[in-house]
C-alpha cells in the first residue's frame, strides 16, 4: 500500500501525529509542494492507494478521480470539504473521511487581522525592519461599530470579542433572526445599513452558491471612506475585482484578507504590492494544535482502514 500526504507546506505531517500504525501497512510519501495543474495531479496520485489532503489546497475534481483507478481513501482534514467531488468518489468505491476541528484558532486570527489593520502593525514593522520609525496614526476599536457578515459558530464569537473591547455589534446574513443576533449581543440590521455604518466589517460565511460574490461593487460603495472590511472566511464570496478596485482608489481605508480566489497567491497578484491591504497566505487555521488534530485523526482513519483492508 502506499500513502501520500499532499501540500504539507510547513513540513510537520509526520512530526505531529503517530504514523506508526500507518507504516505497519503501506509507505508514506509526504509532498510539500501544491501542484495547480489537474494533470500534474493526477500524474502524482496514480501510486497511491490512501490519500490525505490538507483542506482545500488540492481540489479533488471528478475530473481527477476518475484517472485514479488505485485510489480507495481521502483523508480530509476538516469536517467537510467543498473541493473534492464526494458523489464521484462514492460512485467509485472511494472512501472520504473526515477529522476533528476547533475554531478557535480562525477566531483569533480574525481579530489578529482586525488589530492589525486598524493599527497598520504590517506597515510600522515593515518601516522599523526598514530602518524607519513612526509612520502613521491608527485608530481605537472602543465606540465603533462592528459588522459581522454571519454569526454562526465563528461569527458569533467573533461578535462577543467586538462586545468586550467596547465596540457596538451590528450583524446580517440571509438566514439571520432577530433572536440568534440578540444571543450573541448584537442588532440585527440589513445589509445596506450594515455596510454604511460598520467601521470594520468582517465576513464569517461558508462559501456557497448564495454566498459567491455576495459582497461587490454595490456594497463596498456604501463602506465609510474611514471602514475596513476583513475576511478570514474565504475569497470568493468577496469580488475581488471590486475589493481592488476600491483600494486602488482609497474609497475604504484598507482591507485585510487571508483567502483568495486562487491558492497560493499568484507572484504578480495585484493584493502583493497594495499598500492598504494587509494579505497573510491562508494561516487562519494554521496552528500546532490544530494540526495535531488534523493529522492525527487522519492517521487513525488512514491506519483503521489499512487495518481492515490487511484483515
Known amino acids: 500500500m502506499r500513502v501520500a500526504v499532499l501540500d504539507d507546506y510547513q513540513n510537520v505531517a509526520q ?3 503517530d504514523w506508526s500504525a500507518v507504516r505497519r501497512h ?3 510519501t509526504v509532498f510539500n509542494d501544491h501542484l495547480d495543474d489537474p494533470g500534474a495531479v ?9 490519500v490525505c489532503v490538507m483542506r482545500e489546497r488540492t481540489p479533488l475534481t471528478r475530473e481527477i478521480l476518475e484517472q485514479l483507478p488505485r485510489l480507495k481513501l481521502i483523508a480530509s482534514t476538516g469536517p467537510r470539504n467543498a473541493s473534492i467531488d464526494t458523489q464521484a468518489a462514492a460512485e467509485r468505491g472511494i472512501l472520504v473521511t473526515p477529522t476533528g476541528y476547533d475554531s478557535t484558532p480562525t477566531i483569533e486570527f480574525a481579530w489578529s487581522l482586525i488589530l492589525a489593520s486598524m493599527r497598520g502593525i504590517d506597515r510600522e514593522a515593515a518601516s522599523l525592519r526598514a530602518g524607519g520609525w513612526q509612520t502613521g496614526l491608527g485608530s481605537n476599536l472602543r465606540g465603533k461599530s462592528l459588522g459581522v457578515v454571519g454569526l454562526g459558530n465563528i461569527g458569533r464569537e467573533v461578535a462577543r470579542i467586538g462586545l468586550a473591547f467596547g465596540m457596538k455589534v451590528i450583524a446580517w446574513s ?3 433572526t432577530q433572536e440568534k443576533a440578540s444571543a450573541a449581543g448584537a442588532a440585527l440590521v440589513d445589509k445596506e445599513t450594515l455596510f454604511r455604518e460598520a467601521d470594520v466589517i468582517t465576513v464569517h460565511l461558508v462559501l456557497s452558491g448564495r454566498t459567491k460574490g455576495l459582497i461587490g461593487t454595490p456594497e463596498l460603495a456604501l463602506m465609510k471612506p474611514t471602514a475596513r472590511l476583513i475576511n478570514s472566511s474565504r475569497g470568493p464570496i468577496v469580488d475581488q475585482a471590486a475589493l481592488i478596485k476600491a483600494l486602488q482608489a482609497r474609497t475604504i481605508a484598507g482591507a485585510a484578507v487571508d483567502v483568495f480566489d486562487t491558492e497560493p497567491l ?3 497578484h495585484p493584493f502583493r504590492t497594495l499598500d492598504n491591504l494587509l494579505a497573510t497566505p491562508h494561516i487562519g487555521y494554521v496552528t500546532e494544535e490544530l494540526y495535531r488534530t488534523f493529522y492525527g485523526d487522519a492517521a487513525a482513519s488512514i491506519a483503521g482502514w489499512l487495518e481492515a483492508n490487511a484483515a
Open 15 to 17: 512530526q505531529l501525529a
Open 26 to 28: 503501506a509507505e508514506i
Open 42 to 50: 493526477v500524474d502524482r496520485l496514480r501510486p497511491f492507494d490512501a
Open 174 to 176: 440571509q438566514n439571520l
Open 266 to 268: 499568484p507572484a504578480d
